[in-house]
């Protein structure tokens, strides 16, 4: 069975955005998907992350994948990289690896990325990644995308006017990630 973990970010929570219709989807193909919610913007901390994802982590396999949006990345990248055994893929949507320049995000994020990632340990740990971003986030530049995308060897897949990948922009359901999470069950 194929393991599915579905990460929000800042200001963010497992019913917002199309994680709903994502979990739903993946589960109708009979993976078992996992939301978990996590302490934002209050008590926001790496840390206080890992205490609610080390329940999750006797589920992380070889046929795990994991989903983040926006913060999302950076705290999978955290996990991925502290594993000692692979999972199969990661998909990183409107990801970053720096401070944003936005003072109500950059304070609360700033534990899960000022630190140098060793991205030679995260590649062994996950030999597929997937990076997608919009032509037009309003927080998340492009070049925040390509960053995370070239210390992953990837590309980034670019989607036209998707905005942050939230409701705000639309987006309720996001057919492109299911198509690309699909072969990989």
Known sequence: MTNIFIIHGAYGGPEENWFSWLKSELEKLDCRVFVPKFPTPENQSLENWHKIFNYYNQYLNKNSIVVGHSLGPAFLLNIIEELDKPIKAAFFVSGFLDLLGTPDFDSINKTFIEKSFDFQKIKQNCPKFFVFHS???P?????????LAKNLGVDVILVKNAGHFNEKAGYFKFDLILEKIKPLM
């Open 135 to 137: 032509d037009n986030d």
């Open 139 to 147: 927080y998340v530049s492009l070049e925040k995308a390509k960053k």
